[in-house]
C-alpha cells in the first residue's frame, strides 16, 4: 500500500496550490479519502473528505468555499485544489484512505 503526495511548496497569501495524493496497492475506489493537515507545533486537523465515488465531499468550515477536493478512480488519485490561501494554511498536508492508509504528506509554506 502507497499513498504518495505531491504540489505541495512556497506560496503567496492568496495564491493557490493543487496537491495530488497517488494511491496504489489497495482498492482505491472502495475507499473514501481524506485530506488532513498539520501546523507546526499543533494537532492533526481534518481538512476536507470525498466519498469512495466523488458524489459526496465535505469541508472543515474554514476551508470552505477556498478548497476543492476530487478524485479522479481510473488514475488513483485524490486532489485538493485550495484557493486564496492563508497565513494559516501552512502545515504539511497528508492524505489518507479510510483513515486507515496514509501518505507520508507534503509541506504547504505560505509567506510573503
Known amino acids: 500500500v502507497q499513498l504518495v503526495e505531491s504540489g505541495g511548496g512556497l506560496v503567496q497569501p492568496g495564491g493557490s496550490l493543487r496537491l495530488s495524493c497517488a494511491a496504489s496497492g489497495f482498492a482505491f475506489d472502495d475507499y473514501a479519502m481524506s485530506w488532513v493537515r498539520q501546523a507546526p507545533g499543533k494537532g492533526l486537523e481534518w481538512v476536507s473528505t470525498?466519498?469512495?465515488?466523488?458524489?459526496?465531499?465535505y469541508y472543515a468550515e474554514s476551508m470552505k468555499g477556498r478548497f476543492t477536493i476530487s478524485r479522479d478512480n481510473a488514475k488513483n488519485t485524490v486532489y485538493l485544489q485550495m484557493n486564496s490561501l492563508k497565513p494559516e494554511d501552512a502545515a504539511v498536508y497528508y492524505c489518507?484512505?479510510?483513515?486507515?492508509?496514509w501518505g507520508q504528506g507534503t509541506q504547504v509554506t505560505v509567506s510573503s
Open positions: 470525498v466519498t469512495y465515488n466523488g458524489g459526496s465531499t
Open positions: 489518507n484512505a479510510g483513515a486507515l492508509y
